[in-house]
Structure formats: C-alpha cells, structure tokens
C-alpha cells in the first residue's frame, strides 16, 4: 500500500489556525475530493473535529489517544494499527491529511506528496514541517490563477505540485 499526504500550505509554511484553513480556495477542494475520493483518509483527531464528520466517499480513520470516537470513523491509538486496517481493506494509496501534529510524525511513511502552495502569508497557529526536497522527483504541476472579484483577492493564486519519493 502506497502512502501519500495532502496538504495545502502558505508561503511560511502555515496550514492552519484556530483549527480552521487559513483560506477558501474551491478549486482545491474539488482537487483534493477527485484525489482522495474511494480512498482510506487517515487524520488527527483535531483535523476530524475541524472537519465535523466523515467526508463522503471515503473511508475516515482518526488518530487519538484520547478515546475519541465518533459515528462513520474508524479511530485508532497506533499508527501501525491504522496502516493495517486499510490495508487489510484492499487499500493501494491511503491519504494522510494532516494536521500539523500527523503530518510531522507521519512524513517518514510517505512515499507521495500532492501538494498546494498558496501565494498566502498569514497568521497561524499550525505549520507544516519544512520539506527538504532533494530526496522528491516532481511528477506534476499545475498553476492557478488568484481569483479576483472588482479588484478584490477572492482567493489567492496557488501551484499544485505532485512529488514522488526517489528510490
Ligand atoms: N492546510 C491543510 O491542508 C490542512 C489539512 C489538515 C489540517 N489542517 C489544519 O491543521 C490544524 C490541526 O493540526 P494539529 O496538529 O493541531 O492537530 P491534528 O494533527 O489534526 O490532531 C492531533 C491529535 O491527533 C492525535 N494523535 C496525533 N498523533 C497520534 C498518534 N501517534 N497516535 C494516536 N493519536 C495521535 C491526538 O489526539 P488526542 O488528543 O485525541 O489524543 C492529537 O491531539 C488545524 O488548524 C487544521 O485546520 C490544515
């Protein structure tokens, strides 16, 4: 089974605050629901209660050691734990997304990035972990324009880059 993360982060690399995104960008989200949808998607339990419930399509798992549970979600308190249950699904590409705290303990494990740059600087309580991306291939990458509405940022532009895990 294939690992792979997903996030979308900001010129400091921030991807959050007051566990909330820092921005609405819609073509993001349809990009990450094509992605990940028919997939196992692993979480923190701070990123599932951000979310508020399980996203359609796609098979939620959470990562507490809090005895958290919830209706729709597979929790867990080992990570390994959680990578068997998908696996012993069938699953070939479980998505890990996020937040800060699983993406940091989690990068070791992955072996696929699909990534959002957003031309954003902001305030932030959560970040993502520099990436030192010497040891990635990029596979793809698409720009996006900001979009703008009588001359006011609507949402801001953003590059998707998808990099794989050299050998
Ligand atoms: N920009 C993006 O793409 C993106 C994506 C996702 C999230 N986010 C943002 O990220 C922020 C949330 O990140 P966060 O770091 O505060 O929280 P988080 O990573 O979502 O969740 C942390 C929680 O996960 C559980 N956990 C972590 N590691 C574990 C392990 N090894 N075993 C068992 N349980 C484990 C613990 O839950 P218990 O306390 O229950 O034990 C921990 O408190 C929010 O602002 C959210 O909006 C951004």
């Known amino acids: 089974m294939k690992i792979s993360m997903i996030v979308a982060y900001g010129k400091n690399w921030e991807i959050g605050l007051n566990n909330q995104m820092l921005w609405h960008i819609s073509e993001d989200f349809k990009n990450f629901k094509t992605i990940t949808s028919g997939h196992h998607i692993l979480m923190g339990r701070k990123t599932f209660e951000s979310i508020g419930k399980p996203l359609p399509n796609r098979t939620s798992i ?5 005895g958290f549970e919830h209706e729709g979600v597979h929790t867990f308190n080992d990570v390994q734990k959680a990578f068997d249950f998908a696996r012993q699904a069938g699953e070939e590409e479980l998505f890990i997304i996020g ?16 990534l959002s740059e957003v031309d954003y600087e ?12 010497s040891s990635w291939d990029l596979a793809e990458q698409k720009d996006y324009e900001a979009v703008t509405l009588y001359d006011e940022v609507k949402s801001p532009a953003w590059k998707f880059k998808v990099w794989v895990k050299k050998d």
């Open 99 to 114: 937040g800060a705290n699983i993406y940091e303990t989690l990068f070791p494990y992955v072996d696929k990035m699909y």
């Open 62 to 66: 959470v990562l507490s050691n809090s």
């Open 122 to 133: 902001g305030e932030a309580d959560a970040y993502l972990k520099e990436i030192d991306f």
